[in-house]
């Protein structure tokens, strides 16, 4: 029977033609979702990737307000001290705001590794010890 069997309007279907339809109309739900499911991601995505072009814009963007900003600071401080020494002072305290950041960056992967679900892991296997009947 194909899959867009429907019958006729002299045609009675009794229990036996639904049963015999189910199979069919499971299997076109499923696609059918499947689809569904297949372009609502797709647009999801592709607002995603919109989405991250405009962070990764506006990330450029911030980052040379930085550079204009860091100009000013060392243009700010030449009024009162030499350009030269200006600019070191400036330069130095970014490379210690550089170092806290790295710093911090760097404890915070320690506690981040190895990326295993690792309280998962532990629950799945507690589970598995309680299915086989091993309580602790």
Known sequence: MPDDY???IGEKLGLIGLFRQ????ISRLIRDELRAAQVELVEKLKGAGIGAGLVLGGAIVALYALG??????IL?????LAPWLAALIVGVMLLVVAG????LGRNKL????????????????????TLK???R
């Open 6 to 8: 429907n019958p006729g």
């Open 100 to 103: 806290v950041l790295v710093l």
């Open 110 to 129: 320690k506690t981040a590794v190895p990326p295993l679900p690792t309280e998962s892991i532990d629950s799945v296997k507690e589970d598995i010890r």
């Open 68 to 73: 204009v900003l860091i100009t000013t600071a």
């Open 22 to 25: 189910l199979p069919a109309q």
């Open 133 to 135: 009947g091993e309580n």
């Open 76 to 80: 700010g401080l030449a009024t009162v």
